[in-house]
């Protein structure tokens, strides 16, 4: 794995981090960024193209709609709450 080397001293942010990775692995990063993208564009064609139109049930009284499906978008705290 060859990396290309950039000084620290006098470089900028940007060109630290762009010379940090190879052509190679950029192109890696951006598939997969492509790919979280494209699964996350489904995902909510899915949502709003095929589940909310039908109007599916989760368990005995629970609608699966638009709210449901958000909330897997929306960021939760992983540090527990003091008592």
Not at 17 to 26: A, F, M, N, P, Y
Not at 53 to 72: C, S
């Amino acid at each position: 794995m060859a990396t290309v080397a950039v000084g620290t001293r006098g470089a900028s942010r940007w060109e630290r981090i762009r010379g940090g990775l190879t052509r190679s692995e950029w192109i890696t990063v951006g598939l997969m960024a492509a790919v979280v993208l494209g699964l996350t564009a489904l995902g909510c064609f899915l949502l709003f193209a095929i589940v909310v139109p039908n109007h599916f049930q989760l368990g005995d009284t629970g609608v699966f709609g638009v709210g449901l499906g958000i909330t897997a978008y929306t960021p939760r705290s992983t540090t527990p709450r003091a008592s």
